[in-house]
């Protein structure tokens, strides 16, 4: 609790009694109807098997394409342009390298699935099927600070939180139900790439930066853990021992995309992330899709795609074998990226030898 998954006391003490020889848990935000979890009695050893003895053979993976590109970039913020060079746009360059991923790890025997293969949404729904909701949104707003906005930006209010509801919470959503009740693997990779806050929003211009980090569930903050649902989300995690496994993923990977990209691993400042693990880069987030994704999920944020050298590096395509980008030798961003992640989930887990 205190190391992945609440690490503020004050945060938890009133949903979450930790006692010598239970916790005690706290059902309901409306009732004081707590909930006792006994702890295994001392000596007694839990019946788990070696991670050593596991392998890839067979192994189940999901890889999720982070966001959905094609026409929806714009608006889900993932999409840029340069000077009117090509458009970069997030959701296509994860989808590449899950392709490229798949065939690395089916090729060593496991089980691979894409959470989506095209830049379609997996949701069924649309944003015009929020707009109920996105009026209702607007109307508690406005009686909150006791204002009525103007026509015209009370009507770009309400398509900005349509839009929101549909690709952001809808889609991770149908991804979720997707993993959860028929892929059902038992790993996830959630595949992205970073970007910095644009220093003008209106007039691109690249940054310096360039990092990367690895993300676990965990840093549940005070208002998370109060919520009924999440409380229960956050338990359900720790009891199935998945911060264990997304430890391993995720150490593994930081190393592998250190040592592939050169790159710094990135460090938060701020409450809302905790260090996990003594390997740099690997970081716990309360994120929707890791958090109901019912497995371990590792969370990946590579390069900054705005920054001078990714940006130069993505233009330069899917190409072949290595060109020098930025005066090093290396492979496409795609391949390297995809590469990153392959030998990660190697050094986690030995493969059957062939």
Same mark, same amino acid.
């Given at each position: 609790?205190?190391?992945?998954?609440?690490?503020?006391?004050?945060?938890?003490?009133?949903?979450?009694? +930790?006692?010598?020889?239970?916790?005690?848990?706290?059902?309901?935000?409306?009732?004081?109807?707590?909930?006792?979890?006994?702890?295994?009695?001392?000596?007694?050893?839990?019946?788990?098997?070696?991670?050593?003895?596991?392998?890839?053979?067979?192994?189940?993976?999901?890889?999720?394409?982070?966001?959905?590109?094609?026409? &929806?970039?714009?608006?889900?913020?993932?999409?840029?342009?340069?000077?009117?060079?090509?458009?970069?746009?997030?959701?296509?360059?994860?989808?590449?390298?899950?392709?490229?991923?798949?065939?690395?790890?089916?090729?060593?025997?496991?089980?691979?699935?894409?959470?989506?293969?095209?830049?379609?949404?997996?949701?069924?729904?649309?944003?015009?099927?929020?707009?109920?909701?996105? $009026?209702?949104?607007?109307?508690?707003?406005?009686?909150?600070?006791?204002?009525? &906005?103007?026509?015209?930006?009370?009507?770009?209010?309400?398509?900005?939180?349509?839009?929101?509801?549909? &690709?952001?919470?809808?889609?991770?959503?149908?991804?979720?139900?997707?993993?959860?009740?028929?892929?059902?693997?038992?790993?996830?990779?959630?595949?992205?790439?970073?970007?910095?806050?644009?220093?003008?929003?209106?007039?691109?211009?690249?940054?310096?930066?360039?990092?990367?980090? +690895?993300?676990?569930?965990?840093?549940?903050?005070?208002?998370? +853990?109060?919520?009924?649902?999440?409380?229960?989300?956050?338990?359900?995690?720790?009891?199935?021992?998945?911060?264990?496994?997304?430890?391993?993923?995720?150490?593994?990977?930081?190393?592998?995309?250190?040592?592939?990209?050169?790159?710094?691993?990135?460090?938060?400042?701020?409450?809302?992330?905790?260090?996990?693990?003594?390997? $740099?880069?690997?970081?716990?987030?309360?994120?929707?899709?890791?958090?109901?994704?019912?497995?371990?999920?590792?969370?990946?944020?590579?390069?900054?795609?705005?920054?001078?050298?990714?940006?130069?590096?993505?233009?330069?395509?899917?190409?072949?074998?290595?060109?020098?980008?930025?005066?090093?030798?290396?492979?496409?961003?795609?391949?390297?990226?995809?590469?990153?992640?392959?030998?990660?989930?190697?050094?986690?887990?030995?493969?059957?030898?062939?």
């Amino acid at each position: 609790m205190g190391n992945v998954y609440c690490p503020r006391s004050s945060w938890f003490k009133n949903w979450i009694e +930790v006692k010598e020889d239970i916790a005690r848990i706290r059902k309901s935000s409306n009732s004081d109807d707590w909930y006792d979890l006994s702890f295994i009695s001392k000596g007694k050893k839990r019946d788990k098997n070696s991670d050593s003895n596991l392998t890839l053979s067979g192994y189940r993976i999901a890889l999720d394409p982070g966001h959905i590109g094609g026409m &929806y970039s714009q608006m889900e913020g993932r999409h840029f342009s340069i000077d009117g060079k090509l458009t970069i746009k997030e959701g296509d360059i994860t989808l590449k390298v899950a392709k490229v991923l798949r065939k690395k790890l089916q090729e060593r025997g496991a089980v691979v699935s894409l959470v989506r293969s095209d830049n379609d949404p997996v949701t069924e729904k649309r944003p015009k099927d929020f707009l109920k909701e996105a $009026e209702d949104w607007m109307i508690n707003r406005e009686k909150l600070i006791n204002k009525k &906005y103007p026509d015209k930006e009370r009507e770009d209010f309400i398509k900005k939180k349509k839009d929101v509801l549909f &690709y952001r919470v809808s889609e991770i959503y149908a991804r979720a139900q997707l993993i959860n009740e028929k892929i059902k693997p038992d790993l996830v990779i959630c595949l992205h790439l970073n970007a910095a806050p644009w220093d003008d929003p209106d007039h691109f211009s690249l940054v310096t930066r360039n990092d990367y980090h +690895v993300l676990v569930n965990g840093c549940y903050m005070g208002g998370e +853990v109060a919520d009924d649902k999440q409380r229960f989300e956050m338990i359900f995690r720790l009891l199935n021992g998945w911060h264990e496994t997304e430890k391993i993923f995720a150490e593994n990977i930081s190393k592998s995309f250190s040592k592939m990209t050169g790159l710094p691993a990135f460090a938060y400042k701020g409450p809302n992330a905790v260090k996990v693990g003594n390997v $740099e880069g690997v970081w716990g987030r309360n994120l929707l899709a890791n958090r109901i994704y019912l497995c371990p999920v590792i969370f990946l944020e590579p390069y900054v795609a705005n920054s001078v050298n990714a940006y130069k590096h993505i233009l330069m395509g899917d190409y072949t074998g290595r060109k020098m980008v930025s005066g090093k030798l290396r492979t496409s961003l795609v391949e390297e990226y995809a590469e990153s992640v392959f030998l990660g989930i190697q050094d986690s887990y030995p493969f059957k030898n062939k």
